[in-house]
């Protein structure tokens, strides 16, 4: 018989601090990868990639709904909406020792709006009693009409693997949409480059060619703030074009920054400082060495 190979898009939704960037470290392993080119077009999106013999799942987080205490604009939401009618399954966590809150309400009231399948993951079950389980299902369930209802231990690690399963069943026959070998050690750092780089290419709309690329210097967490400082530097390949990202008087690369700086605190979940600065690298693309550094892979 053929062997099939199966992919498609995950998100995974949820409170914050559920764990869901667990979760994804969990899953991660030697596995994942986290992607710059995305097959979708949805803004702000971030990718992890696990792939195994017979399957592909791309997650895809859906940041304008990590917060739902913040005002969020319209925008916002229709992104999120979008998102989550795109891809072929929805992941939404809860906390297992927490149970039903006003935040899960607000996500809860935006999945009214989704057609594709839903499954509740309640994580954190090595925290609570297995007794308290069943009430909490029966909670959600009548909220909602979850396709599957998965307890987890995203820390631990119970139960993952079976999640991993469910969800290669609902992805359809599809193409390996990413190589086996896309693998890095610090996805987070990866997309705050990515991040950075979005903005430089958003804000200067056609001016900057995409060969900009954004090199993270630094990323120190400051244990008495709470708080992590970023150094990061915008490469360039000409005088000019360094000139338009600093802008009159760094406005330019001031809007860059306060921008990325948003993305990446929610990305992060706490306050960061954001250094950016900005070289000029002749024909830095055609230096084999450079493109490692750079968190380029071909
Ligand atoms: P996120 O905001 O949803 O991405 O949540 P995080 O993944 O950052 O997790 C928030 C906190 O919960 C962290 O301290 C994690 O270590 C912890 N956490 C996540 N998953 C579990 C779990 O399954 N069990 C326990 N005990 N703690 C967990
Ligand atoms: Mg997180
Ligand atoms: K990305």
Redesign the pocket.
């Known amino acids: 018989m053929e062997n099939n190979f199966n992919s498609g898009f995950i998100t995974i939704i949820?409170r914050?601090?559920?764990?869901?960037?667990?979760f994804m470290n969990h899953v991660i392993g030697q596995k994942i990868a986290i992607m710059s080119d995305k097959p979708q077009t949805t803004r702000n999106t971030i990718q992890g990639v696990y792939t195994d013999k017979d399957a592909q799942i791309v997650f895809i987080d859906t940041p304008g709904i990590h917060k739902p205490k913040h005002k969020l604009g319209d925008f916002m939401v229709k992104v999120a909406e979008n998102t989550l009618n795109e891809v072929d399954a929805v992941l939404f966590m809860i906390n297992a020792e927490e149970g039903y809150g006003k935040g899960d309400q607000y996500i809860l009231d935006l999945l009214q709006r989704v057609h594709n399948p839903v499954f509740l993951i309640i994580?954190?079950i090595?925290?609570v009693h297995p007794d308290q389980l069943l009430p909490l299902i029966d909670e959600y369930k009548d909220k909602y009409a979850f396709k599957e209802i998965i307890p987890i231990?995203?820390?631990?690690g119970n139960n993952v693997d079976h999640l991993i399963q469910v969800i290669k069943q609902y992805l359809p026959e599809g193409p390996k949409y990413y190589p086996d070998d896309q693998v890095t050690d610090h996805p987070e750092r990866f997309i705050i480059s990515e991040l950075i780089r979005e903005k430089a290419l958003q804000l200067t709309r056609e001016e900057i060619p995409h060969s900009v690329a954004v090199v993270i210097e630094n990323i120190e967490e400051r244990a008495n703030s709470g708080s992590v400082f970023i150094q990061a530097t915008i490469v360039t390949e000409r005088k000019s074009q360094k000139g338009i990202i600093i802008g009159k008087q760094g406005s330019m690369l001031k809007e860059i920054g306060k921008l990325a700086r948003k993305d990446i605190e929610a990305l992060l979940?706490t306050k960061i400082f954001l250094e950016l600065w900005v070289k000029v690298e002749k024909d830095w693309r055609n230096r084999p060495s450079h493109l490692h550094e750079y968190g380029f892979r071909n």
Request: overall charge positive; glycine content about 18%.
């Open positions: 949820g914050p601090n559920v764990g869901k960037s667990t994580n954190k090595d925290k231990s995203a820390l631990e979940g």
